[in-house]
């Protein structure tokens, strides 16, 4: 067995007993600063200064052949050389040797390097070349590596200070990741001013091993840190930064700004990082999808931080604004607009209590004018009548310092409604002096006070954003309507390597329909003409008027060589119009582009839309779906919205939420609405061809028509990867699908037919109904507690069952007669190649086999999967799943005094 696989298989007995490999990074027993000098304003003296400086609790060894001792510390050739085991490395050397420093490393058994050398990928192929090496060294010896080229990184609660910043960050709970070591240090040093503490203060640079995923899935499971922020230039590893931000996002806010938003600072950070920046758009898609909030600045990075941990998120986006001024409440009112907020419509009720009290002159609407002569109590009363509007989402209140204002007296009066009627209350006191004591007040009480009320109200809408996005991930998806209606990916198969084969990209329209209609997508009739008889039986056939078409596969914009005739009503036209579209392409595009026409009945769907459905390829995140106003012009409007595939409907609603066209497909003007739930069924099932297709590259349905009366697809185009690519050189898709081919059935003893499959998103109804079947007894056994079936039937923990990410675990569903009768879980354990097992089988269908099936079913897909062992905790009563683990193969252990048993299954 090789060092790397005792190494992780190490870490994974850690990670199931509560540790975790980046544990290194953040408590050290024994740290070596390789590369440390005593040369006065080195990189290598201030990192051993801070070091020796900071009381973490261990011990720091300086590694320098040259020295026998530095700062008086006795100092060692090399890391093999260091008395003690050493469990962090921090390297300083220059770009060059750093590989040989970290063999070294790696080959004295060191868990975990920070690599601050700069001098790699930033500099072009040489530097490639050596962040490579540093690379493959990670890999191949399990050995954590953060860097290149970063700052380092301050664990300021335990105190360790690896890093060669000027000063050592505050305590607290905010846990802060910037690729930018100089930023860090702009951020260190403003923090100490603002008094904000840090859980964590981490540079992470070119993230050649330890990327975002690692590090947000590590401060994730920190219950100290409360909120993590990142300041992102390249993505680096999507699917891992999804996997994580997803699954953390709905513990504790993530709060990113990503530099690189217009092309001049994309092409900036690209030069920085030496990284792909990818599209901007496209990433703003992948936030929305797992729940990470963007801001713009880093100013808004830290206030959000702020509001997040001091008050609760609005359930909407319509703020009520309290003032003393109307031209402040004015910029705050532009400013929520500007960002897509709204003004809250005062409800009657609220008219009349606050009209019963108000001055006449008031401004009886929102913005709420309580006018300049405002004192404490009114401010306070009317506060208390706003916040009690079912109309109203949050609230903002602005002060301007007046001659009767009494900014320390409202404060006061308005810490009661910190946390009142579970609504967001911020606050913008302006002004200076004579207002600072009441800020003072409202912080301590935990409602945020800002200096401008635009700001505030920006805040808020982040606030509104933040809960949107959250609530994409915790809402159930509908199940699709014709999910027994098979698809037909033979003919799709076939389609594609028949065009593979003959060393074709582009499919032709006929083809491209043909693979749409195979995933359920509504297409007309098309008929491919090679003659011009065969044309006009076609067109007799299908029935007039028709439209003729260019049937070509080498030109993909018929329209743009005179490739489309539309309203052919008689065989002569049909040979016109034949003859027509050949001499065009001919003369136009020259010859051997013309195959002959194809034949389509003019679609007639009154009040239609036109649409367009996409999909093309992102060099960091795959394949991105396309939504928005289709046609001619769709260009020009640029009425469009982005997601990462798969969908769900959930997903596919708040794709289209992004758009214009959204509020018109549900009908304006006297139009009947289009069939929104169909139209989010039509979108997942194109999600599930881009997912599941992968030698596809782009897929465009221009237009896609939208009525009352149904949707078809008139005009399509799909174009294929090279033929010389093979699966493994496609970019993956940035969300791993649903793994169709874990599917299979098994039988019970009695006979019957029980489906196996991974579980969906859309089954949580049926695990609802499912729990309702378990005995305490089971529950006690699969849980190890006793759960109500309230705890374990609540919507947000199921949903996190049932929409799980398929890359970092794997639940499958054994149902029979429509009903969910089991249930088997793999969890990937972080950093390693093992995985934990966990079952359950509804008490009516005990006894039947199926608990040895299901685990079965798991250790095959753990095989599948490239695991290396099977782990779980088996309560020591549970005999009977001790004796099928037995029966597998597991080896059981049992520790004096622990109530359970562990299994290990080696693959």
């Not at 962090?88 to 590989?99: I, K, R």
């Not at 929520?336 to 409800?347: F, H, N, P, T, V």
């Not at 699709?480 to 098979?486: A, G, K, Q, R």
């Not at 759960?787 to 996190?800: D, K, S, V, Y």
């Amino acid at each position: 067995m090789s060092t790397k696989i005792k190494k992780r298989q190490t870490d994974a007995h850690d990670i199931w007993r509560g540790r975790d490999p980046l544990d290194v990074f953040f408590q050290p027993r024994n740290v070596a600063v390789v590369g440390a000098t005593e040369a006065a304003g080195s990189i290598g003296r201030t990192t051993l200064w801070n070091l020796i400086s900071s009381p973490f609790g261990g011990t720091v060894f300086p590694v320098n052949p040259k020295r026998g001792s530095i700062l008086g510390i006795k100092a060692y050739p090399s890391v093999k050389d260091v008395p003690a085991q050493v469990d962090l490395a921090v390297v300083v050397t220059a770009a060059a040797t750093v590989p040989s420093v970290l063999q070294e490393c790696a080959d004295a058994g060191v868990d975990g390097a920070i690599v601050i050398s700069a001098g790699f990928q930033e500099l072009g192929p040489k530097g490639e070349a050596l962040q490579k090496q540093v690379k493959d060294i990670a890999l191949e010896s399990g050995m954590r590596v953060i860097g290149p080229n970063c700052l380092g990184l301050m664990s300021p609660l335990s105190g360790l200070n690896a890093s060669f910043a000027a000063s050592m960050a505050r305590p607290g709970s905010v846990g802060f990741i910037s690729q930018s070591g100089a930023l860090c240090t702009a951020v260190l040093d403003w923090s100490m001013e603002a008094q904000i503490g840090f859980s964590a203060f981490i540079s992470c640079g070119a993230m050649v091993d330890v990327n975002w995923g690692d590090l947000i899935y590590y401060l994730g499971q920190d219950a100290r840190t409360r909120s993590i922020l990142i300041y992102m230039e390249s993505v680096g590893d999507a699917r891992s930064f999804l996997s994580a931000a997803r699954e953390v996002a709905l513990q504790k806010p993530i709060i990113v700004i990503k530099a690189g938003r217009t092309a001049a600072g994309g092409k900036a950070a690209a030069s920085h990082t030496g990284a792909l920046t990818g599209s901007d758009d496209v990433l703003d898609a992948a936030f929305r999808r797992s729940g990470v909030l963007r801001v713009n600045n880093i100013a808004e990075l830290f206030y959000m931080a702020d509001v997040l941990a001091k008050q609760p998120r609005p359930k909407g986006p319509r703020l009520t604004i309290m003032t003393n001024a109307g031209g402040p409440a004015v910029l705050a009112t532009d400013a929520l607009i500007s960002a897509g907020g709204q003004l809250a419509e005062i409800s009657p009720e609220t008219f009349n209590e606050l009209n019963s009290f108000l001055p006449p002159h008031w401004s009886r609407n929102n913005p709420v004018d309580i006018l300049g002569d405002a004192g404490a109590d009114r401010y306070a009363k009317a506060l208390e009548i706003c916040a009690k509007d079912p109309n109203s989402d949050g609230l903002l209140v602005v002060l301007t310092p007046q001659a009767m204002t009494e900014a320390t007296k409202t404060a006061e009066l308005l810490k009661p409604y910190a946390s009142f009627r579970d609504k967001p209350v911020l606050a913008s006191w302006m002004g200076g002096p004579e207002v600072e004591s009441g800020i003072h007040i409202l912080n301590g009480a935990n409602i945020p006070a800002f200096p401008y009320p635009d700001t505030a109200a920006r805040m808020f809408y982040y606030m509104y954003r933040y809960t949107y996005n959250l609530q994409g991930l915790y809402e159930t998806p509908a199940a699709l309507e014709d999910e027994d209606v098979p698809v037909d990916r033979a003919t799709v198969k076939t389609i594609i390597e028949r065009a593979r084969n003959a060393g074709r990209t582009l499919l032709t329209e006929a083809e491209s329909k043909r693979i749409l209609s195979a995933y359920g997508i509504p297409t007309p009739d098309c008929a491919v003409a090679t003659t011009v008889e065969e044309a006009i039986e076609a067109a007799e056939r299908i029935g007039y008027p028709v439209a003729i078409k260019l049937h070509s596969e080498t030109l993909t914009h018929k329209t743009d060589v005179g490739g489309v005739i539309l309203n052919i009503t008689s065989p002569g036209d049909v040979r016109r119009s034949f003859e027509k579209i050949a001499l065009q392409v001919q003369s136009k595009a020259g010859k051997g582009h013309f195959l002959g026409v194809t034949i389509q009945p003019m679609v007639s769907m009154p009040s239609s839309y036109e649409l367009i459905l996409g999909s093309s390829l992102d060099p960091q995140f795959g394949p991105v779906l396309l939504f928005g106003v289709g046609g001619q012009l769709v260009e020009v409007f640029k009425d469009r919205a982005l997601a990462l595939p798969p969908l769900t409907s959930t997903l596919a609603r708040r794709m289209m939420e992004q758009t214009k066209i959204y509020t018109a497909l549900q009908g304006v003007r006297g139009r009947a609405p289009v069939d929104m739930g169909e139209l989010e069924q039509l979108m997942v099932r194109f999600s599930h061809l881009v997912a599941e297709q992968r030698f596809i590259k782009e897929i465009d349905i221009n237009p896609l028509l939208a009525s009352p009366e149904g949707f078809m697809a008139l005009d399509a185009r799909i174009v294929l990867h090279d033929a010389a690519l093979e699966t493994k050189d496609i970019p993956r898709l940035a969300i791993r699908p649903y793994p169709r081919r874990y599917e299979s059935t098994v039988r019970m003893k009695n006979g019957d037919t029980v489906e196996v499959r991974p579980i969906r998103p859309e089954d949580e109804p049926l695990i609802v109904k499912f729990h309702q079947t378990l005995s305490e007894r089971t529950v006690y056994f699969r849980y190890l507690q006793m759960l109500n079936l309230g705890q374990r039937t609540a919507h947000e923990r199921l949903i996190r069952i049932c929409f799980i990410d398929y890359d970092r675990e794997l639940a499958f569903v054994m149902v029979h007669n429509h009903e969910i009768i089991g249930v088997g879980r793999l969890h990937k354990l972080r950093g390693t190649q093992d995985v934990e097992f966990a079952e359950v089988i509804s008490d009516a269908y005990q006894g039947q086999g199926l608990g040895k099936r299901m685990l079965e079913k798991l250790i095959a897909v753990a095989r599948a999967e490239g695991m290396k062992r099977v782990v779980a905790d088996i309560h020591s009563e549970n005999v009977a799943m001790q004796a099928i683990c037995r029966n597998l193969g597991f080896e059981i252990e049992r520790e004096f005094g622990d109530p359970t048993v562990s299994a290990t299954l080696v693959l």
